[in-house]
């Protein structure tokens, strides 16, 4: 299993990016998928899931109308469109699958 996240980077107040995740090494299309996110000298935080087929959709309180999951499975990659950044977001962000596996994560820093 491997998952592979990217598209972070440095943005100002206000602002927007989109982060994907590659995943491989088992049955995407049917697994729902999560974000968590890691702020500095903060605990993980769980920021959205989507349902395998992508027709559910949650996020936390924090992100909601914020932020947008989504997914293409034939493309086994998953997708968080992140608006409206406020410096609160600036974390690791990692995609995560049902069996506990994580990428390496990609950091969003909104300064």
């Known amino acids: 299993v491997q998952l592979v996240e990217s598209g972070g980077g440095l943005v100002q107040p206000g602002g927007s990016l989109r982060l994907s995740c590659t995943a491989s090494?088992?049955?995407?299309?049917?697994?729902?998928m999560s974000w968590v996110r890691q702020a500095p000298g903060k605990e993980f935080e769980w920021v959205s899931a989507?349902?395998?087929?992508?027709?559910?959709?949650y996020y936390a309180d924090s992100v909601k109308g914020r932020f947008t999951v989504s997914r293409d499975n034939a493309k086994n990659t998953m997708y968080l469109q992140l608006n409206s950044l406020k410096t609160e977001d600036t974390a690791m962000y990692y995609c995560?699958?049902?069996?506990?596996?994580w990428g390496q994560g990609t950091q969003v820093t909104v300064s």
């Open positions: 090494g088992f049955t995407f299309s049917s697994q729902i």
């Open positions: 989507i349902f395998g087929g992508g027709e559910r959709t």
């Open positions: 995560q699958n049902p069996g506990g596996y």
